[in-house]
């Protein structure tokens, strides 16, 4: 899979620097269409399968512990890819393997059945209350799109998950060849929807891949934060699809 050129700017950089990152209420462009990652955003890991080979050692991380890594190692993987380290696979070996030692358990075959269990995108099946409902609503206004870092099957897992269908157009990297953060992926998006990146907000959870990937390929963008890792920044940031609209409507 191919990833993007290394950049120079990073978010550490821009926290000591006090840069802004741009806001809702300061679009450029009117918004015509919004691209949504689906990992952490619209779907959530089936803790239940992926951690199986943990529970049957009997050992059972709760969610605040989950939620507590992902807020640790987001912040370390972001200044990670932007030093040119691998993406998806990188993010989900350094969270297993700190989450492994969290728990006394530090087993690299098993880290390694962990971190395949969590890029089968089939394991991606939760989804929040009202998710098509509030994408529903969004639709009426925007054009609404998927970019996802998968493997090729996402548009068969959101499908099952009932929410395909609020979608013009899927974009699988495991299909385009890229994954985010390489502009290519993003321009496929852009093209096959027939809009211009300015006229387009990305959603997505991951600042280095997500935020970054999308606001160089010239889209607006705003992080799905659940989890809360950029918290302290001055990034753009949501918790919630219902936040995301009560944005957009004051935009």
Same mark, same amino acid.
């Given at each position: 899979?191919?990833?993007?050129?290394?950049?120079?700017?990073?978010?550490?950089?821009?926290?000591?620097?006090?840069?802004?990152?741009?806001?809702?209420e300061?679009?450029a462009?009117?918004?015509k269409?919004?691209?949504?990652?689906?990992?952490?955003?619209l779907?959530?890991?089936?803790r239940g399968?992926?951690l199986?080979?943990l529970?049957r050692?009997?050992?059972?991380?709760?969610l605040a512990?989950w939620?507590?890594?992902?807020?640790?190692?987001?912040?370390r993987?972001?200044d990670?890819?932007?030093?040119?380290?691998?993406?998806?696979?990188?993010?989900?070996?350094?969270?297993?393997?700190?989450?492994?030692?969290?728990?006394?358990?530090?087993?690299?075959?098993l880290?390694?059945q962990?971190?395949?269990?969590?890029?089968?995108?089939?394991?991606?099946?939760?989804?929040?209350?009202?998710?098509?409902e509030? &994408? !529903?609503? @969004?639709? /009426?206004r925007? $054009?609404? *799109?998927v970019i996802?870092?998968?493997?090729?099957?996402i548009?068969?897992?959101l499908e099952r998950?009932?929410?395909?269908?609020?979608?013009?157009?899927?974009?699988?990297?495991?299909l385009?060849?890229?994954?985010?953060?390489?502009?290519?992926?993003f321009?496929?998006a852009?093209?096959?929807?027939?809009?211009?990146a300015?006229?387009?907000?990305?959603?997505?959870?991951?600042?280095?891949?997500?935020?970054?990937?999308?606001?160089r390929?010239?889209?607006?963008?705003?992080?799905?934060?659940?989890?809360?890792?950029?918290?302290?920044?001055?990034?753009?940031r949501?918790?919630s &699809? !219902?936040? @995301?609209? /009560?944005?957009l $409507?004051? *935009?």
């Amino acid at each position: 899979m191919r990833q993007a050129p290394v950049g120079d700017d990073s978010l550490l950089r821009s926290r000591q620097l006090g840069l802004p990152h741009g806001n809702m209420e300061e679009m450029a462009d009117p918004l015509k269409a919004i691209f949504f990652d689906v990992g952490n955003t619209l779907l959530f890991p089936d803790r239940g399968t992926i951690l199986r080979s943990l529970y049957r050692k009997n050992v059972t991380p709760s969610l605040a512990q989950w939620h507590a890594i992902e807020r640790e190692i987001k912040n370390r993987f972001d200044d990670l890819v932007q030093h040119g380290g691998p993406v998806d696979h990188g993010f989900w070996r350094m969270f297993y393997t700190r989450l492994l030692a969290e728990v006394a358990s530090e087993d690299e075959a098993l880290c390694n059945q962990l971190v395949e269990a969590t890029r089968h995108s089939a394991n991606w099946c939760e989804i929040r209350p009202g998710t098509r409902e509030s &994408l !529903e609503r @969004l639709g /009426k206004r925007y $054009a609404l *799109a998927v970019i996802s870092n998968a493997d090729g099957k996402i548009a068969a897992v959101l499908e099952r998950c009932g929410i395909a269908g609020c979608f013009r157009s899927i974009t699988d990297s495991g299909l385009v060849g890229y994954e985010k953060p390489h502009p290519v992926i993003f321009d496929v998006a852009l093209r096959d929807m027939k809009v211009a990146a300015e006229e387009s907000l990305y959603v997505g959870d991951v600042y280095s891949v997500d935020y970054l990937g999308a606001t160089r390929a010239g889209m607006q963008a705003i992080l799905f934060d659940v989890a809360g890792a950029y918290r302290r920044t001055d990034l753009p940031r949501v918790e919630s &699809l !219902e936040e @995301l609209e /009560k944005k957009l $409507a004051t *935009a």
